[in-house]
Nanobody, 124 residues
């Protein structure tokens, strides 16, 4: 099991940027597919971005393509989500997730380990 702790959330104006961090402990993320999800009030948790440990590939949900970038630093056991050109509709709690599968899943049930989340609020 991997313990995950997100940080870096906050309040930002539309068009601004934030970088979220997800620090892992308990296991090395070098053998884990890592992903970011988000959940806005009253809505389902949705996939944002993922990074496969085996292929090194990344995958993004359509609403964030070209604006968000997921990266990992295996030496620091940390995953990042760089978010640029933020929009009010990006407002949500952002969660980090991990799974030992080499494939990037887009469903909540594809991931076994989750962090507590960090709030991102984008003002218009």
């Amino acid at each position: 099991q991997v313990q995950l702790a997100e940080s870096g959330g906050g309040l930002v104006q539309a068009g601004g940027s934030l970088r979220l961090s997800c620090a892992a402990s308990g296991r090395t993320i070098s053998r884990y597919t890592m992903a970011w999800f988000r959940q806005a009030p009253g809505l389902e948790r949705e996939f944002v971005a993922g990074s496969s440990w085996r292929s090194g590939s990344t995958y993004y949900a359509d609403p964030v393509k070209g604006r968000f970038a997921i990266s990992r630093d295996n030496a620091k056991n940390t995953v990042y989500l760089q978010m640029n050109n933020l929009k009010p509709e990006d407002t949500a709690v952002y969660y980090c997730a991990a799974d030992s599968s080499p494939s990037i899943g887009e469903r909540r049930r594809d991931y076994d380990d989750w962090g507590q989340g960090t709030q991102v609020t984008v003002s218009s």
